[in-house]
């Protein structure tokens, strides 16, 4: 059937409830609630979280906003903690301690620094295991909820706290990590990269996949942050645009190894128009700074012509 | 009548950890305490039991894996040692914050650094106020005892926190003993199905574990673990007396070995109880009233009762297998003295750090230790309570 926002909307409630403190503008919480939509209303989820902003934000005692079943133990471990539940799962499931007819599915958020930078190892400990889970996360490119710190995930030349954009140092001066490539490094059934786009086919049809694919399965989704990125919070599905439609963030997925780009703008835009909007990047705009966007937008086409080539090659037919 | 056996401490507890057949064994390799996941694993593929093994990345996983599984509904068990413990320290205090029940072999050793794999109780005593109960076993036997008991006392609905059970790297984890083992039915029926109240795949009642929890509530949390802490001891003291029935095994707090009359006494915990034990032997031969208090217990830690169990002694030396490096004494002799002056004990009392990094400690180092105790008890006076047994030289 084909997807169609009103059905998903009417027939799926959202099991992210209202009343979280994610700030205005803020990317992460439509993922969580897209994300969930793609569950089964029959079956029963286990969401584990990294600390971070969504984290603090949406589990404080005595209120949350998660309707499934959810855990947070710390920061750097939200796959191996989910791990732990999605195994005492299957032996509960096998000794006959569960209902036999009843589905629960094992779903991790967390951030970039949680998931690219602290929680890597945890990630891919999981992962490899093969254990029959979901981890999303949700990228914006900083550590946001102590203040917007660089992490790995943080694109060059970014002005962060600790990649400030100083008079000798104009920002941070590494590339960021690609951690979607990362996860298909890792052999899984489904790994893809997604953003709240549009009417969120992209992201809920992905996340279907990802959720009903037996194994473990990895969402790496554009999450934009307001106060980290510097843009006006009503800009935020337009920011979204911006980067799928400057090549910025393409969206694709690995389906056993083979890559499919699942959206490529009819007109890729100079990356000038997704760097424009954001303070963070107001520096690359100055006179004398050119060479900056340059330099970034030849990585931006480096990327994308690597994508490129990585489909075409994991879909050759032999001859 | 039970199974007479011969293992090794590490056998021992893998054992137990076959016939208690959790549902979930997270764990990663580390000296001495290896064994026990490689035994258990050998278990599991055997289809000798239902557990699923989760062989984490590292220890920091095992942790966390061990509460998403006890979080989910699951039982789950671990063991590690040293650094290995270390490393999971994040999540030990995470997980007694959580409440969950899990259960954990520590085999004793030494903390880097530098590195050296054998034992002490430095790792322990490094997450010794961290919100678990911590078991010390003397030998294979108490180990195997201990961990039979562990989730009759973690589960109870009174406490609620996690345990340890201590056993010394190499000297116990290593050594073949005779050993007396429950059948695996009795074990079965004493250990009990796991059943808890709230857990994360009842789908009927969807729960959230691990909050952020401002100043509005987290002292109450905290208190209400102190409690939980608190009432361990009376559930330690049932589910002791239950399986003294069982097995004709009697586990108190602490072990008073011929203390009732003696007038010197050394307070220690695991393997160098055994030591002491055979040279409290030779002394009471030749006339000398020299007695033990072995602790089993550490935490909770039974202040009151150390205290009355020794107020009628001359001079006490506590033997610590881990410096506290705070210029003051080893952690066990601070928990002994302060429980003995809240309880208005006076005795002189002495300090030994002993056996670090699995550095050797016979009968010759503890019978030492009753020597100065002889002396200490006749003038009274402890000229530096702060002393080591068994270095080689001076500082």
Known sequence: MAYNLKEVMINTPSRFTAGHRMCAGCGAPSVARMVLRAVKPEDHAVVSCATGCMEVSTFIYPYTSWTDSFIHSAFENA??????????????????????NKHTKFIAFGGDGGTYDIGLQSLSGAMERGHDMVYVCY???????????????????????????????????????????????????????????????????KSEKAIYTEGACFLNVLAPCPRGWGYNTEDLMEINKLAVDTCYWPLYEVIDGKYHITYKPAKKLPIEEFLKPQKRFKHLFKPGNEWMIQDFQEEVDRRWQELLDLEEMTNKVEA | MGIRERLSGNEAAAIAMKQI?????????????????QYFSTFVNNGQVDTEFVAVES?????????????????AMTATSANGL??????????????????????????????????????AMGVRDSGWIMLFSENNQEAYDNLIMAHRIAEHQDVLLPLMVCQDG?????????????????????????EPKHYLLNDKEPIAVGPLDLQTYLFEHKAQQAQAMRNAKKVIADVSAEFAKLTGREYKFFEAYRLEDAEIAIVCMNSTAGTTK?????????????????????????????????????????????????????????????GMYVSKVQIP????????????????????VFEDLKDIASNGEVNNPYRYLGLKEEI
């Open chain 2, 59 to 75: 220890e920091h996983s095992a942790m966390s894996a061990c509460i998403g599984a006890q979080a989910a509904g699951g039982r």
């Open chain 2, 278 to 338: 055979a040279v409290v032997n030779h002394l009471r031969d030749s006339g000398v009233k020299a007695g033990l208090l072995k602790i089993r217990m550490f935490r909770p830690f039974p202040a009151e009762e150390v205290a009355a169990a020794l107020k009628h002694v001359k001079a006490v030396a506590v033997l610590d297998k881990a410096d506290s490096l705070n210029g003051a004494g080893g952690a066990l002799f601070e928990d002994v003295v302060s």
């Open chain 1, 79 to 100: 796959a191996a903690t989910l791990s732990g539940a999605e195994a005492a799962y299957k032996a509960m499931k096998k000794q006959g301690k569960l209902p036999e």
């Open chain 2, 170 to 194: 190499f000297i116990t984890s290593h050594s073949i003993e005779n050993i007396e083992l429950i059948e695996d039915d009795k074990v079965k029926a004493f250990v009990g199905k796991y």
């Open chain 2, 86 to 123: 270390s490393l999971m320290w994040e999540m030990i205090y995470i997980a007694s914050s959580l409440r969950l029940p899990i259960v954990m072999s520590l085999v004793n050793r030494a903390v880097s650094g530098p590195l050296n794999i054998h034992n002490d109780h430095s790792d």
């Open chain 2, 21 to 37: 057949n959790p549902d979930v064994v997270a764990a990663f390799p580390i000296t001495p305490s290896t064994e026990i996941p």
């Open chain 1, 139 to 205: 990228d914006n490119g900083a550590y946001m909820n102590t203040g917007i710190q660089r992490s790995s995930a943080t694109p060059k030349y970014a002005d962060t706290t600790t990649t400030p954009a100083g008079t000798v140092i104009p920002g941070k001066m590494q590339s960021r990590k690609d951690l979607a490539k990362i996860m298909v490094g890792h052999h899984l059934p489904y790994v893809a990269q997604t953003i709240a786009l549009g009417n969120y086919k992209d992201l809920y049809e």
């Open chain 2, 349 to 368: 009392t002495v300090n030994y750090i002993y056996g670090i990094g699995g550095r050797d400690t016979t009968e010759k180092d503890i019978t030492k």
